[in-house]
């Protein structure tokens, strides 16, 4: 069984960092998967953030790029996302999910609970 | 950037009837599309891959059509258990990228 458990503060200020950690239990971060960050803000449909592939690459929304970086701890087999200069639209629940490329199609197959973040002053 | 679009916003079904979500790419995605469940206060759950293959686990009742550009949806007798919040996915193999449409609620009628 594949779990998926995100981690971090649930309230960041306007301007600041947002740092999240997803520990991933019952499947290696070096197999042959994709991993990724979604989030949802309050009503709202779910947005994509970005990826990574065991090799390293990572891969970011075009929207969100320029503040992105989702960084890997083999070690301790988990992954992290760091989202700067963050303001009150960036509030949501964040979800860590993965992609196994043996899926045609390259669903999301395992989800994370998901984290509330909230940013506020 | 793919932008999929997924209607209606909202459907109104009876216990026991069929539905019918639709979802629109902008461009060709072959058939790298998924369909999500999601319920209040819970991580959205896989329902098909490949456009037409369904997830384990999921009831023959969830059934996915469509390539390209046109993707279908059809739950054919809804339960209690269905209403929920239904999300369509695409990805597009290079840049790797995955783009969500709205949402259909499905809601009692």
């Known amino acids: 069984q594949v779990l998926l458990q995100e981690s971090g503060p649930g309230l960041v200020k306007p301007s600041e960092t947002l740092s999240l950690t997803c520990t991933v239990a019952?499947?290696?971060?070096?197999?042959?998967?994709?991993w990724g960050w979604i989030r949802q803000s309050p009503g709202k449909g779910l947005e994509w953030i970005g990826s990574f592939y065991h090799s390293g690459t990572t891969y970011y929304s075009p929207s969100l790029k320029s503040r992105l970086t989702i960084s890997v701890d083999s070690s301790k087999n988990e992954f992290s996302l760091k989202l700067n200069s963050v303001t009150a639209a960036d509030t949501a629940m964040y979800f860590c999910?993965?992609?196994?490329?043996?899926?045609?199609?390259?669903?999301?197959?395992?989800w994370g609970q998901g984290t509330q973040v909230t940013v506020s002053a | 950037e793919i932008v999929v679009t997924q209607s209606p916003a909202t459907l109104s079904v009876s216990p026991g009837e069929g539905a019918t979500l639709s979802c629109r790419a902008s461009?060709?995605?072959?058939?790298?599309f998924a369909w999500y469940q999601q319920k209040p206060g819970q991580a959205p759950r896989l329902l098909i891959y490949?456009?037409?293959t369904r997830a384990t686990g999921i009831p023959a009742r969830f059934s996915g059509s469509g390539s390209g550009t046109e993707f279908t949806l059809t739950i054919s007798s809804l339960q209690s258990e269905d209403f929920a919040v239904y999300y369509c996915q695409q990805y597009d193999n290079w840049p790797p990228s995955w783009t969500f449409g709205q949402g259909t609620k499905v809601e009692i009628k």
């Open positions: 461009q060709s995605v072959s058939s790298n």
């Open positions: 019952g499947s290696s971060i070096n197999g042959g998967y994709y």
């Open positions: 999910a993965r992609v196994d490329i043996a899926v045609a199609g390259f669903p999301f197959d395992n």
């Open positions: 490949a456009a037409s």
